[in-house]
């Protein structure tokens, strides 16, 4: 499997200010990531499909100009926070997925991120 | 979008006995279901998943048995240990890369 590290783990800011989340596959070239936001005792919701090179994609009701996503290699994707609100408080999570040679959807989860804004 | 349910969403076994958590999804496209484990904090594991082509598939006390006509697959986690105390989630895809998480199963192993 991918081995996959997030930083920072935990992080906290001031409402309005903006926060960029690091995704980073160690051992593995990813063309795809996957940023994942989960609410205390709720499941993964998946915000957006991380492209290397080309632009994210968006899911249905996730705001592309207040969550952006750059994947500028195929170990690094980010995901920034712009105008942060206490709503956007929550656990953001990325994956990799489609290890190349694989026919498996198989997806291997960074440790996650706990943003709180204040 | 893509419907995906659990049941149960709570469940206490005693330890040693067996625990059984369903799922059941929208879409006969899917063609790949995980289960993952999420310990409190933590990220999500793997533990175990099928392909449409295999109706069942066991790793040590873990298994899980889909039935794609009826759209649903379970987990089955014989023997259980207090360590499996966790949140369970499926993830099926639907028919391309994406999954969609279940709504999730908090599984209490009583001593």
């Known amino acids: 499997g991918a081995v996959v590290s997030q930083h920072p783990s935990r992080v906290i800011c001031k409402s309005g200010t903006s926060v960029k989340i690091e995704c980073r596959s160690l051992?593995?070239?990813?063309?795809?990531m996957f940023w994942y936001r989960q609410f205390p005792k709720q499941s993964l919701m998946l915000m957006a499909t991380?492209?290397?090179?080309?632009?994210?994609?968006?899911e249905q009701g996730v705001e592309k100009d207040k969550f952006l996503i750059n994947h500028a290699s195929l170990t690094l994707s980010t995901l920034t926070v712009t105008s942060a609100h206490p709503e956007d408080s929550s656990f953001y999570i990325c994956?990799?997925?489609?290890?190349?040679?694989?026919?498996?959807?198989?997806?291997?989860f960074g440790p996650g991120t706990r943003l709180t804004v204040t | 979008g893509e419907n995906v349910e659990q049941h149960p969403s709570t469940l206490s076994v005693q330890e040693g006995d067996s625990a059984v958590i369903k799922c059941t999804y929208s879409?006969?496209?899917?063609?790949?279901f995980p289960w993952y484990k999420q310990e409190l904090g933590k990220r999500p594991q793997l533990i175990i998943d099928?392909?449409?082509?295999?109706g069942e598939k066991k790793d040590q006390r873990i298994a899980v048995t889909l039935n794609k006509t009826a759209k649903h697959f379970s987990l089955h986690i014989t023997e259980t240990q207090p360590e499996d105390s966790a949140v369970y989630f499926c993830?099926?895809?639907?028919?391309?890369?994406?999954?969609?998480f279940g709504t999730g199963t908090r599984l209490t192993i009583i001593p």
């Open positions: 994956s990799v997925g489609g290890l190349a040679g694989s026919y498996s959807y198989e997806q291997y």
């Open positions: 051992d593995f070239q990813a063309t795809t």
């Open positions: 991380s492209n290397e090179g080309s632009k994210a994609t968006y």
């Open positions: 879409d006969s496209a899917s063609n790949y």
């Open positions: 099928i392909r449409s082509n295999v």
């Open positions: 993830a099926p895809n639907f028919g391309n890369e994406k999954l969609t």
